[in-house]
């Protein structure tokens, strides 16, 4: 057996990837054979662990918040039936129906909703969702935000019927990636502007991944997701139509 | 029209084909999901005997999907060849299942009646055959394509050299490029999934890669998975494209999905085949498909996931591609639940692409939250490599950090070449032993001594 890694072991510092690992013959040495099963151990757990959402509305006090559960009712079902968990509990939708008539007038609406919903990996949400939130609302300043809501048992569509019940133009669902090896803790954000619940398609979105603090970190991908927010806003779209070309990108631009 | 078969004391009735195609099928738990799935094993079993009586021409004259709603069956209909169909006109699909195992059933026979095959016929003979029989067929079936390698000729076994990186930075993704030569990867594509789909990003890293090719005189074509109007808006700005990548469905709601069309993709496929830069051939087109993705959308017409995902592959063949993989256990345990249900579709969906003419690969893969680990995978690789698999996935250290997800690694691929004696694409195996990556024996082991091309790749890439 052998430990050693490659001979060009050093560009291991560039990348959090399994390179230069070493070889057994054709195969992997033990020892990485063995962080690798460790790895995949982490990550399955990270998939049952439960959501705390009174914890982390307790963490986001500065901000109004509010518990919603999808038509999922446990972890088994949610994981076998995606169509659940893109559909907000009857009582839920009639509540956000609700508290949308409660305002001023006689029809309350929002710029935006912010919604942080547990997906694949609650821990996401307990490490890093208040961090992004604390970067992405001062980003932006004079919108007219919703209450955030917290979601249970929840999938990307989820937020449509969240926007649609709320009257919000834009819909930013904050939500737990599916677990990797490296990484089991990276929150997913998807833009959707006036998105039309069971009728939204995945190309009418925009997604940005792998928000976390050794990959895009909060403060980066709040700059992306305020910067998308607002050509969603000029453009009347998202998904395809709007290219996540930020203007210091475009070589000559 | 209605069908029947009766197992033991029980009458089973099938009120269209589509009920039957499902019914017929392995259990999976993305038909269980969409309501389609046999409720017994018995059903099951009658769904086969009744299938295996029916006419194969059947499928001619019954659209699954509408044909004035669903530019897919135009495709399928309209560009059918009777003439290659022929020999086989006169079969049920049962007597079909039996020729295609017999001696009569060679490489260059199934290779003539590909064009007269459309996708339901080939999904409904895979309902009737065991993992053995997807095997026999799919190693038959021999599809080769060229760009600057030769990928799919026997006895050879190519891999995706896959460098992602969470923010797609390039001098990380330059270092899993090189640990995968470094392990005789990267002879299918070296293939980047970007993490955000930027025209920006696209040009440097497909110049990046352009770069290292023409240094080293790498036998490699380059692709960044993004979608294909930023690839389109790409070569416009003159970008150095060699293979064009989409994700594909088996119906045009499900395109849609992906916001895509057949003109958009035929647009895209003229636009790179002009720019001419392949040096053995000239396969452009790069696409992806996976069981599920057809539901996912909401867009499967009531037909099971295995019928759904044969139809991606007449979008694929529309456009002679390089290569074309199922990303099998990739949409997760909702479609298929564990690693029995991700083998036998891993089994079903190169089969049925071979038979269709493809140059069929498979992302080998799993993720975290499906029943299955590496042993599974262990298993599904051993019998791809058996059953003559075009390429697979070669992710450093089988963790995706990207897409997070595992599929195959640099050490999987010269595993599998090592235990069945596979090789990889000529171009690149002469290329590998050039460079000292490739020992006489033909096994991976570099030479790393002051001089050696594998030394000057890695001093060049560090550096």
Redesign the interface.
């Known amino acids: 057996m052998s430990d050693g890694f490659d001979s060009w072991s050093n560009l291991r510092r560039f990348t959090p990837a399994r390179i230069a690992l070493g070889r057994a013959g054709d195969a992997l040495p033990l020892a990485r054979l063995l962080e690798f099963q460790a790895a995949h151990a982490l990550a399955r757990d990270a998939v049952h662990q439960p959501f705390d959402a009174d914890g982390l509305a307790d963490t986001l006090a500065d901000h109004p918040t509010l518990l919603v559960r999808s038509q999922a009712p446990d972890r088994a079902t949610y994981l076998q039936r995606p169509d659940l968990g893109r559909r907000l509990h009857a009582d839920d939708l009639a509540l956000l129906s609700g508290m949308r008539c409660q305002g001023q007038g006689p029809k309350k609406s929002y710029d935006a909703v912010i919604v942080l919903a547990d997906g694949l990996s609650a821990r996401a949400l307990h490490d890093h969702g208040k961090a992004l939130v604390d970067e992405l609302l001062p980003r932006l300043a004079g919108w007219d935000i919703a209450p955030l809501i917290l979601a249970r048992q929840a999938r990307v569509a989820l937020g449509d019927d969240v926007a649609a019940a709320l009257n919000a133009a834009i819909v930013v669902m904050l939500i737990g990636e599916r677990p990797g090896l490296t990484a089991a803790d990276s929150i997913g954000a998807y833009l959707t502007f006036r998105p039309r619940p069971g009728l939204t398609r995945d190309a009418e979105r925009n997604c940005v991944s792998n928000i976390r603090p050794d990959g895009y970190a909060p403060a980066l991908a709040a700059d992306l997701i305020a910067w998308l927010m607002s050509q969603a806003r000029r453009l009347k779209l998202t998904g395809i139509g709007l290219k996540q070309d930020r203007p210091p990108e475009l070589p000559g631009a | 029209m209605a069908y029947s078969a009766t197992v033991g004391q029980t009458a089973y009735r099938f009120p269209d084909l589509k009920t039957l195609l499902a019914r017929a099928t392995p259990a999976r738990?993305g038909d269980q999901?969409a309501g389609l799935a046999a409720s017994s094993d018995t059903e099951r079993v009658a769904a086969r005997i009744a299938l295996a009586d029916l006419p194969l021409k059947t499928f001619l004259s019954e659209a699954l999907v509408p044909y004035e709603t669903d530019e897919v069956t135009r495709l399928i209909m309209d560009s059918h060849d009777a003439g290659a169909f022929a020999p086989v006109a006169s079969f049920t699909v049962g007597q079909w299942r039996d020729w295609l195992l017999s001696d009569a059933a060679t490489s260059d026979a199934l290779s003539a009646l590909a064009p007269g095959l459309t996708p339901e016929m080939v999904a409904a003979v895979s309902k009737l055959m065991r993992n053995q029989d997807l095997i026999t067929v799919g190693r038959k079936a021999r599809v080769v394509t060229a760009f600057r390698t030769t990928i799919g000729l026997p006895g050879r076994l190519s891999v995706r050299l896959q460098?992602?990186?969470?923010?797609d930075?390039p001098?990380?993704?330059?270092?899993?490029i090189?640990?995968g030569l470094?392990y005789g990867s990267g002879d299918a594509t070296i293939g980047i999934n970007p993490?955000?789909?930027?025209?920006?990003?696209c040009?440097e890293l497909l110049s990046m890669i352009d770069d290292l090719r023409r240094r080293f005189d790498v036998p490699v074509q380059s692709c960044v998975l993004a979608?294909v109007?930023?690839l389109i808006?790409v070569m416009e700005?003159g970008g150095p494209v060699d293979l064009v990548f989409q994700s594909i469905a088996g119906s045009q709601a499900a395109n849609?999905?992906?916001?895509i069309d057949l003109s958009i993709l035929n647009e895209a496929h003229q636009a790179a085949t002009s720019l001419k830069r392949g040096t053995v051939g000239q396969n452009v087109m790069y696409f992806e498909t996976g069981q599920g993705s057809a539901l996912?959308?909401e867009a499967h017409h009531g037909l099971d996931q295995q019928t759904m995902e044969v139809r991606a592959y007449a979008v694929a063949r529309a456009f002679d591609p390089l290569l074309v993989n199922t990303v099998v256990g990739f949409i997760?345990?909702?479609y298929l639940?564990d690693g029995k249900q991700i083998i036998r579709a891993g089994l079903e969906d190169h089969c049925c692409g071979k038979l269709l003419g493809l140059p069929m690969g498979v992302d080998v893969c799993y993720?975290?939250?499906a029943e299955a680990?590496?042993d599974d995978m262990d298993t599904l690789l051993t019998l791809l490599g058996v059953a003559g698999c075009s390429y697979i996935m070669g992710v450093?250290?089988?963790?995706?950090?990207?897409?997070?997800?595992?599929s195959t690694?640099f050490?999987d691929a010269?595993?599998v070449r090592?235990v069945l004696g596979l090789r990889p694409a000529p171009e690149f195996e002469a290329w590998l032993t050039r460079m000292g990556v490739m020992d006489a024996g033909g096994?991976?082991r570099p030479a790393?001594a002051a001089g050696s091309g594998a030394r000057r790749l890695?001093d060049g890439?560090?550096t």
């Not at chain 2, 460098?163 to 923010?167: G, K, L, V």
């Not at chain 2, 001098?171 to 899993?176: D, E």
């Not at chain 2, 993490?195 to 990003?201: E, I, L, N, Q």
């Open positions: 738990s999901l460098p992602n990186h969470p923010t930075d001098k990380a993704i330059a270092a899993s090189l640990d470094m993490a955000t789909d930027s025209v920006g990003r040009l979608h109007t930023t808006q700005r849609r999905s992906f916001g996912s959308a997760g345990p909702e639940y993720t975290n939250h680990d590496q450093p250290g089988a963790d995706d950090v990207m897409l997070s997800y595992q690694s050490h010269n595993y090592g096994r991976v790393l890695i890439v560090t």
